[in-house]
């Protein structure tokens, strides 16, 4: 399990100014399914988890002031509670401009010469790699009018509920991280369900999630104007096993949360865990994929193709979450990251 902060960290003399993002891999057969039921060849356990130890980047375990009191009540008394975080890494290999909103890929034919930006300013290119995540890629390639039937299809995210949680001390530290652990459990299958310990100025909580998920969404186009965001529905707990999964996810929470080491810190507001009151409170983990999702290529839903090229065109790729065609039981920083580095493989 690793945390990862994107602000600062060694030798800034501060830790909690940045934002902390939880990053684990997943389960093996997370990523032998992409490969045996839809058809992402070469994307199988044996195949990426090579480039998962390339990809690993440093880390540090959190200083102990760095734990908040939520946190350490929940590491001190779940079994398998973990804890890590990430250093800094500075690459300097990219060049960006920055404020410079694309409207669509430029097609010769079915081959991508470049990209049109939204002020009206074409820029030529001899391979585009979209890589505008898994909301807004497939809103690039539908306003660039590319032919496939499965953009914008199966967009899924981890469901969550949070439970509320009153801090004995109304104080946070500010030094401390807002997330600095995690804790797994299993209910249909291993590590299918997260709590994550939440605290800051702002609150407490701890944040239940449904690893598994079978519910799927869709994109769809608002307008051809690229400064009109799409339309997104996830249709969250429209599958019944992501219902019982998530309630599930809230039973062990509020197991933890009036455990005697917890209840030493806070005390839980209750939360319905009825179908209704369920679905009234699913909320986002942030996770959205699936919506350009990678399978074989004779797949009418597969948007790219195992080396993540979209189908049927040429010199077009798509690099970002919306590829996966499942989301793994982990938060999926690493796991794009693994992406990112076969596919910059792949097309160098």
């Known amino acids: 399990v690793l945390l990862l902060e994107s602000g600062g960290g060694e030798g800034t003399g501060g830790s909690s100014s940045g934002n902390t993002l939880v990053a684990t891999v997943g389960e093996p057969d997370d990523y032998d399914y992409w490969e045996r039921v839809h058809g992402c060849e070469g994307w199988s356990w044996r195949d990426v988890r090579p480039w998962f130890r390339r990809a690993a980047p440093p880390m540090r375990r959190p200083r102990k002031r760095e734990l908040g009191p939520l946190a350490a009540a929940v590491l001190s008394s779940v079994d398998g509670a973990?804890?890590?975080?990430?250093?800094?890494?500075?690459?300097?290999?990219?060049?960006?401009?920055?404020n410079s909103l694309v409207d669509r890929v430029l097609l010769d034919g079915r081959r991508a010469v470049g990209v049109r930006l939204a002020d009206g300013e074409s820029i030529d290119a001899g391979m585009v790699v979209v890589c505008a995540g898994a909301l807004h890629?497939?809103?690039?390639?539908?306003?660039?009018?590319?032919?496939?039937?499965?953009?914008?299809?199966?967009?899924?995210?981890?469901?969550?509920?949070?439970?509320?949680?009153?801090?004995?001390?109304?104080?946070?530290?500010p030094t401390t991280l807002p997330i600095s652990v995690l804790t797994r459990g299993s209910h249909v299958d291993r590590h299918d369900v997260q709590i994550i310990p939440f605290e800051s100025a702002d609150g407490a909580a701890l944040m239940a999630g449904a690893m598994r998920v079978y519910s799927r969404g869709t994109v769809r186009l608002a307008a051809a104007d690229p400064t009109i965001d799409p339309i997104v529905e996830f249709n969250k707990l429209s599958d019944q096993r992501d219902l019982e999964l998530l309630r599930a996810a809230a039973h062990e929470a509020t197991r933890?949360?009036?455990?005697?080491?917890?209840?030493?810190?806070?005390?839980?507001?209750?939360?319905?865990?009825?179908?209704?009151?369920?679905?009234?409170?699913?909320?986002?983990?942030?996770?959205?994929?699936?919506?350009?999702?990678?399978?074989?290529?004779?797949?009418?839903?597969?948007?790219?193709?195992?080396?993540?090229?979209?189908?049927?065109?040429?010199?077009?790729?798509?690099?970002?979450?919306?590829?996966?065609?499942?989301?793994?039981?982990?938060?999926?920083?690493?796991?794009?990251?693994?992406?990112?580095?076969?596919?910059?493989?792949?097309?160098?």
Do not use: W
């Open 82 to 98: 973990q804890r890590a975080r990430l250093t800094r890494v500075s690459r300097a290999t990219l060049q960006v401009r920055s």
């Open 137 to 173: 890629t497939p809103a690039v390639l539908l306003r660039s009018e590319v032919d496939r039937e499965g953009i914008g299809q199966g967009l899924h995210d981890h469901p969550s509920i949070s439970l509320p949680m009153t801090l004995r001390h109304a104080q946070v530290d």
């Open 256 to 348: 933890i949360a009036t455990s005697k080491a917890i209840s030493k810190v806070a005390t839980a507001n209750e939360v319905s865990i009825t179908d209704d009151g369920l679905r009234a409170a699913v909320g986002d983990y942030f996770h959205a994929a699936g919506s350009c999702r990678m399978g074989a290529s004779s797949d009418p839903l597969a948007v790219v193709d195992p080396r993540c090229r979209v189908i049927g065109y040429e010199s077009l790729v798509v690099c970002d979450a919306s590829v996966i065609p499942n989301l793994p039981r982990a938060n999926p920083y690493l796991p794009v990251v693994m992406i990112a580095e076969r596919v910059a493989a792949m097309i160098s």
